[in-house]
């Protein structure tokens, strides 16, 4: 079986000026949601990134950001895409393996 895996940045954290370049951003949140591909299962997870101060070769303006390239960023920074989207993998095979049935809380019983 094969799984779906959405990634996202949730939020960004900027600062007006850094060295003479405006709207920097300086941190995000970034998450995933792994989806097995019945759609039954799902497994999220998310984490934070700090950027450090930019090159002001290659920085780009905030207005021009798209979220494939904060999320190069967020890769870039340290996080193993790869190793995300195993331990996601991982999730979703163990919920695979246990089969649970959703029950109501039996203090909420009206008997």
């Known amino acids: 079986m094969s799984n779906s895996y959405k990634w996202a940045i949730d ?7 850094v060295n003479d370049l405006p709207y920097v951003v300086v941190s995000c949140r970034w998450s ?4 097995s591909d ?9 984490g934070f990134v700090d950027f450090g101060t930019p090159d002001p070769a ?3 303006a905030y207005e021009n950001l ?12 340290g996080v193993d895409k790869e190793a995300v989207e195993q331990e996601l993998a991982d999730k979703l095979a ?4 246990r089969p649970a049935t959703v029950m109501a809380n039996p203090w909420n019983n009206n008997n």
């Open 66 to 77: 798209s979220e494939e390239t904060v999320l190069n960023w967020v890769y870039a920074s």
């Open 58 to 60: 290659s920085f780009i």
């Open 38 to 46: 019945e759609g039954e299962e799902r497994a999220p997870t998310h």
């Open 94 to 97: 163990g919920l695979r393996s």
């Open 11 to 17: 939020y960004m954290d900027t600062k007006q000026h």
């Open 32 to 35: 995933v949601v792994a989806s």
